[in-house]
T-cell receptor, first 112, second 114 residues
Framework: GQQVMQIPQYQHVQEGEDFTTYCNSS?????IQWYKQRPGGHPVFLIQ?????EVKKQKRLTFQFGEAKKNSSLHITATQTTDVGTYFC????????????FGQGTILTVHP | SQTIHQWPATLVQPVGSPLSLECTVE??????LYWYRQAAGRGLQLLFY??????ISSEVPQNLSASRPQDRQFILSSKKLLLSDSGFYLC?????????????FGPGTRLTVL
């Protein structure tokens, strides 16, 4: 079945440093989504990428979808303490059931 | 607007006891519904999904079961809990069909089996 690998598992940064997490799928995806889970909370949808090579930005966050639609990345510029949490990528295979395969997540810690 | 509810928020149960977790969605019709389990510090494991009343698909073999008695109600059950059933259980919904299938998660239930 479809597998989504995400690295790194953990990332510790000083406030102001940049952060990047990478996601790779074993199969071509119809779209990829990114979620953020704050400590003790539930995952919250951030963004969806659909087109090959697509790049989207949300303030300090930049999301990319690979040309082959099998990989993606999330880059945060100048991290802040509010960025702390776990970032998940989730790949969709294109069924109408809306099933997603989640990566294991990257736990981001930001030291002030 | 749509909202999703889960209860209870936390639960401590002895091994061998039954389980019933409930999830309800408001403000939408015919949603896709999902149950996930998240072990501490780990990713999300899809347990069940449903595309309609009475329609349940299981993703992993286990001693859990799911039911969807009403359009916007999703229930996770077990007849006898195991220690390995401990975790954070999340219910989610998405719009049926279409290319945009972002999922909206409930607040979750933290289950500890002792």
């Amino acid at each position: 079945g479809q597998q989504v690998m995400q690295i790194p598992q953990y990332q510790h940064v000083q406030e102001g440093e940049d952060f990047t997490t990478y996601c790779n799928s074993s199969t071509t995806l119809s779209n990829i989504q990114w979620y953020k889970q704050r400590p003790g909370g539930h995952p919250v949808f951030l963004i969806q990428l659909v087109k090959s090579g697509e790049v989207k930005k949300q303030k300090r966050l930049t999301f990319q979808f690979g040309e082959a639609k099998k990989n993606s990345s999330l880059h945060i510029t100048a991290t802040q303490t509010t960025d702390v949490g776990t970032y998940f990528c989730a790949g969709a295979g294109g069924t109408s059931y809306g099933k997603l395969t989640f990566g294991q997540g990257t736990i981001l810690t930001v030291h002030p | 607007s749509q909202t999703i509810h889960q209860w209870p928020a936390t639960l401590v149960q002895p091994v061998g006891s039954p389980l019933s977790l409930e999830c309800t969605v408001e403000g939408t019709s015919n949603p896709n519904l999902y149950w996930y389990r998240q072990a501490a510090g780990r990713g999300l494991q899809l347990l069940f999904y449903s595309v309609g009343i009475g329609q349940i698909s299981s993703e992993v073999p286990q001693n859990l079961s799911a039911s969807r008695p009403q359009d916007r109600q999703f229930i996770l059950s077990s007849k006898k809990l195991l220690l390995s059933d401990s975790g954070f259980y999340l219910c989610a919904w998405s719009v049926w069909g279409g290319p945009y299938n972002e999922q909206f998660f409930g607040p979750g239930t933290r289950l500890t089996v002792l």
